[in-house]
């Protein structure tokens, strides 16, 4: 099992009604694209977070991995919003930063730094905004609510399905690597190379027998996968919390 499949179902949120959490992130994660606002969503970052660490209580040191990984991308991003390039000939906007090389000159314009910070947090806030529902809520409960809303049926299944071989995915290429390298399959460069291409192949083939199935399990059933969901109760409580949350970053965001 996955480290955060493991907390999604057990944290200190996972009794909560996943409508609840649901509402609660998306609401949250709306809010932050729509208004577009940067202190709106740096607001909703720090309420994540702390719903997170300590409301969940997800240890902060795999939160902050998790934030790692779309880090790398948001920079990516980031870079290449901020450094612009255009000919020495022409008329540099205003700039903060500018380095002129042959024919051309490289600079950071005051309005790419305006819009790499908005970018930036609002990429945070909504990223914060979606591991709160990974790490509180398990997909099978996240499904239920589809179902629930009338989401239609082969959607859900399709999310159902593609998150299940991800961990039979996994389950293999760790199985089958494991018997790479007992047999020596990663000494050598070329033998990597070679190994790998078997590795990809096997998992192919493996795949689409798990897939055929999976099918005819699915078909012998009458066609739909039936999951046992736990009951959760709703409670007054969260409600009012989420809507004092919701209307005081819309009275914010539009005061100020």
């Not at 944290?11 to 998306?26: T, Y």
């Not at 099978?140 to 299940?164: D, G, K, M, N, W």
Request: with cysteine; aromatic share 14%.
């Amino acid at each position: 099992m996955l480290l955060i499949d493991k907390f999604a179902y057990m944290n200190k949120l996972a009794s909560v009604h996943p409508l609840e959490k649901m509402l609660f992130s998306f609401g949250l994660l709306l809010l932050s694209l729509i208004m577009r606002d940067e202190r709106i969503s740096l607001i909703t970052f720090i309420v994540m977070s702390a719903f997170i660490i300590i409301g969940a209580k997800i240890p902060m040191k795999y939160y902050l991995k998790l934030l790692l990984l779309p880090g790398f991308f948001l920079l990516s991003s980031l870079l290449s919003i901020l450094i612009s390039i255009t000919p020495a000939t022409n008329e540099l906007p205003a700039h903060i930063w500018a380095f002129s090389f042959n024919n051309w000159t490289i600079f950071v314009g005051n309005a790419s730094l305006v819009t790499a910070k908005q970018l930036f947090f609002i990429v945070l806030g909504s990223v914060s905004c979606l591991y709160f529902l990974i790490l509180t809520t398990s997909v099978q409960s996240i499904c239920h609510v589809l179902r629930q809303c009338r989401i239609p049926a082969l959607f859900v299944e399709l999310v159902e399905l593609t998150y299940r071989f991800i961990f039979i995915f996994l389950d293999s290429m760790q199985k089958i690597h494991l018997a790479q390298q007992a047999r020596l399959g990663y000494h050598s460069p070329a033998q990597w190379l070679r190994s790998i291409s078997m590795l990809i192949a096997a998992l192919f083939a493996e795949m689409f027998q798990r897939s055929r199935e999976l099918n005819n399990a699915m078909q012998a059933r009458g066609g739909e996968t039936v999951y046992w969901q736990e009951n959760a109760t709703y409670s007054m409580k969260n409600w009012l919390g989420i809507a004092a949350i919701l209307l005081f970053l819309i009275v914010y965001g539009g005061v100020f």
